[in-house]
C-alpha cells in the first residue's frame, strides 16, 4: 500500500516528528513508497528522498481531451504511476485532433507524455470487471464525464468505494456534480463565456474574447491534481478516500479576483480593457515606432523612474497623474502622452534603457520566439522527446522546479493500447495464458 506523508512544521525541535538535534523553521518532507523497486534514490543525512516525490502512486485515468489528461500530466511529470484507460480503436477524442506529425496528433502527444496507455471497452462487462479489479490496486481514479456517467457503467463514486474504500476518485466536468447546470455539456470556450472570462477579455471597447489558451480545461485541470494532493493528504492522516468534485465553471469564478471585488464594492460591471490594468496606471502595451511594448510602473516610486526616463518629469507635477488614483481616472489622457514618447523609439532600443533602470518592461513574443527563448531554454520550458511513430518531437516542461524531487518528461505520449499486456500482468498479476485470453476475446 502507498505510503505517502506531507510534514509541514514550524521550529519542530520545540516537539513532532523533526529529529531532537535538529531545527527547522519550515519542513516540507515527502515520503513515498508501497515496495515497489523506485530505482535510483537520492541520500540525505535523515534518510532517503526519492528523485521523484508520487513514484508509487497508482492512478487510473480516464480522463481525455484536456482538462483531464492535462491533471494525469502533472501527476506523471512528478512520478506518478498514469494507467490511461481508453476506449479501443478509437482512444482518446484528442488522438483526431491536429497537428498531426504523420498520423499522430501532436496535441495528444503534448498531454499525455509519461503515460501507459491500456485499452478496456465499458460496454463489455468482462472488461468493467477488469477495471474494478484494477481499482483494488490504485490510488486513484481521474474522470472527466459529464455527470452520471461512470454510474451508467456502475463505476461511480459510491460503487468504487465498495471495492477500495480507500480510493481517491477525482471528477472534473463542466459544473460539477450538483447544481442545476451539472448534466450540461461544456468545452472551453462554454465555460470561458459563462464564467465571466471572455467578459472581460478583450480590446477596449470591442467585443468579448476567448483567451488564446484554453484556460477553462486547464485551469481545472491544475485544481483537480491540486485536490488530488489534498485528498491524499488526508487519507494519510485518516485512512479515508473520498470523492474530489471539480467543475470547470467553478474554476473560472476563482480566477476572476479582481474584477468580482470590484464588482461587489462598486457595483460598477467589469468589461474589457485591452492590455492595460482596470486599477494600476501606467500598466498596459504602448506604441513604439515598431509595435507595441508593455510597461508596468506599479507604484509611484516606478512611475517616477519611467517620468525620468521619458525624460518628461513635468508629468509628476502634473495633478491628473500625482498619485495612481489620479493616472487611473485619467488613464485615456496618460495613454495618449505616453504612446506619442513611446513612438520615437523601436522596441529595442526602449528596453535597453527600460530594462538598464529595472523598470518592468518587456515586448510581447510570439510563439516562435518563446520556442526560441534563452531563459525559457534555461528554465527546461521546452523539452524533446523521442516517439517511436512521430519521431522527434518538442513540447513544454515542467514549471514547479524541486530542488530535491523534480520533475521530468521521460517518455513520449503512448501509442493506443501499447501497454494493455504490461499492465494486466502488473497490476493483476495476469499470466502470459491468461493475458492471451483476454485478447483472443476482443
Known sequence: MLSFFIFLAMSLSKG????????YDFLIVFVCSNGNNFGNKYKMNEGEILLKPLEGLKVLDLSRVLAGPYCTMMLADYGANIIKIEPPKVGDDSRAFGPFVGKESAYFMSLNRN????????????????????VKHADVVVENYRPGTMEKFGLGYDEL??????????ACSGFGHSGPYQYKPAYDIIVQAMGGIMSITGPEGGEPSRVGASVGDIIAGMFTAYGVMMALYHREKTGEGQKVDVGMLDCQVAVLENAIARYVTSGSVPVP?????????PFASFT???GHIIVGAGNDRLWEKLCNILQRPDLLTDPRFNNNGNRTANVNALTAILNEVFSHKTISEWLVVLEAAELPCAPINSIDKIVNDPHIAARE???????PVAGHLKMAGVPVKMSLTPGSVDRPAPLLGQH??????????????KTAAFFADK
Open 16 to 23: 513532532g516528528i523533526a529529529p531532537s538535534n535538529v531545527e
Open 115 to 134: 503515460k501507459r496507455s491500456m485499452t478496456l471497452n465499458f460496454k463489455n462487462q468482462a472488461e468493467i470487471d477488469v477495471f474494478k479489479e484494477m
Open 161 to 170: 468505494k465498495k471495492i477500495n474504500p480507500k480510493i481517491i476518485y477525482a
Open 273 to 281: 480593457l485591452g492590455n492595460r490594468h482596470p486599477s494600476i496606471t
Open 288 to 290: 513604439a515606432k515598431d
Open 381 to 387: 520550458m521546452i523539452v524533446e522527446v523521442e516517439h
Open 420 to 433: 494493455t499486456a504490461e499492465l494486466l500482468k502488473e497490476v493483476l498479476g495476469w499470466d502470459e495464458e
